[in-house]
């Protein structure tokens, strides 16, 4: 396989052997020299993905709310529901009453007792629910997933694929993900004055973030850049002029091609972090409290660094963060409770830091996951899926909604790849595209991002 100067680059982890925790983002940045026009002072947005590791469970996070459903739900999951000791009791469920109601006939929907932020948010027309996602290369029904006669996503229900698929549109080994050409564009089109900030990762899940200009930047949960060995040598000053040096490739002169390369790449990345580090200095603190949580740290990183959003020159960003822990094969009615309280209060905390900048209406929330998992329980805890409901959050999203087909809570209907295993009817595709038009993408640089876009007919409009 051949692999040029800056794959290279890429993927040689420069700064590894330096116990840095710094981003490797930088250090291949495009120089990007674009003569457009510039944007209005105020024309910032920004998508921020929160992935959700392991396949939260659809079933148990947009619950039945009529009686009819919520009894044909509590009998497939009679094993399951007990060992919620009255949490999944339909009295407990935090009703949602959406503007479109009328889609769904009778039926009714909740969300569980531990998302109350997030209930608030959607009843006040701040959040939507994006029903049934999940892979598709096209529409595909229940006969024609067992016959086989539609293109099919590769190696469904497995982790590694599915986050991959989620992703980029392809399983494991994909090499760009959507996020970043979403970047890609934004970076082409001008928007940004130092590429090195279009997309940023609190840690791993670089692939959604990685473009063919855009490199992801990594920031650690609310805390600036450091390379450790510095920090280490801060009181010894010669000690630290002479690790800086190095790290800046100050006094370098050799003539190989590959050690120029590293050396630019080392110099690139510490002007990167000062860069950075400079701009969050000068930040003033932000007053929204976020809880002591993994998710809640990542997303308070998030919001500082779009606090210094001029400082680093951009005006379109992406992130992703992250959480785990939703592989619930067992002890779910012990473990999601939980995991939905910490995403809850996460999520509504960098919403109310965006309101406190005055950017709740330029920054668009939204969560995505392996999949959704099976509607049958397996005693106490649910297996593997393919679609799933997710949110979107933000002053700019047609709030109060549920957009797609919600599938019934029952067993062997159309969409039911087996055990209430779903098969989605809202492709990844079709969520994706109006994040990016709002985001700025022309037609063809929507179907660039997203290949398999044009074999779906319908689209949403959720933003």
Known sequence: MKMNRRQFLKNSGVLATAGSVTSL???????????????????Y????????????DNHDTVLPYDQASYDSYASIRSSLISQYKGGRDRNKFLPLSPDNAAMFG?????????????SNLFQQGNGAIIANVGPLINPATKTQFEQESVPLPSRLFSHNDQQATWLSSSPEGAVYGWGG??????????????????????????????GKQAIPYQINAGKPQQI???????ENQALY???????????????????????????????????????LAGITPLTTQFQDNYLAEQLKGVAR???????????RQVFIVSMGGFDTHSEQAKNLPQLHAALDSAITAFYTSMQEQNLSDKVTLFTASDFGRTLSANSDGTDHG??????????????????GTMPPSELGHAQDAGNGRLIPTTSIEQMAEPLGRWFGLSDDELTQALPNLNNFSSRLDFI
């Open 228 to 234: 450790n060995a510095l920090g280490n040598a801060d």
């Open 305 to 315: 660094t779009i606090a210094i959003k001029e400082g680093l020159g951009v005006k």
């Open 386 to 403: 393919w679609g799933g409901h997710h949110f979107i959050i933000g002053d700019a999203v047609k709030g109060r909604n549920i957009y």
């Open 25 to 43: 983002g930088a250090l291949s940045s495009t120089l990007a020299s674009f003569s457009a026009m510039a944007a209005p002072q105020d024309d």
């Open 181 to 210: 050409a979403f970047a890609d564009a934004a970076i082409k089109g001008g928007y940004n004055t130092k590429s090195e900030f279009s997309v940023i990762t609190t840690g791993g899940n670089d692939l959604f973030l990685t």
């Open 241 to 279: 002029n002479a690790l800086q040096g190095h790290f800046s490739a100050a006094n370098f002169n050799e003539s190989n091609l590959a050690q120029k390369d590293m050396a630019s790449a080392l110099a690139k990345s510490s002007a990167t972090n000062s860069s950075y580090n400079q701009a």
């Open 106 to 118: 009778n039926r009714a929907f909740a969300l569980p007792p531990e998302l109350p932020g997030i």
């Open 45 to 56: 947005k920004a998508l921020v993905c929160v992935f959700l590791h392991g396949g939260m």
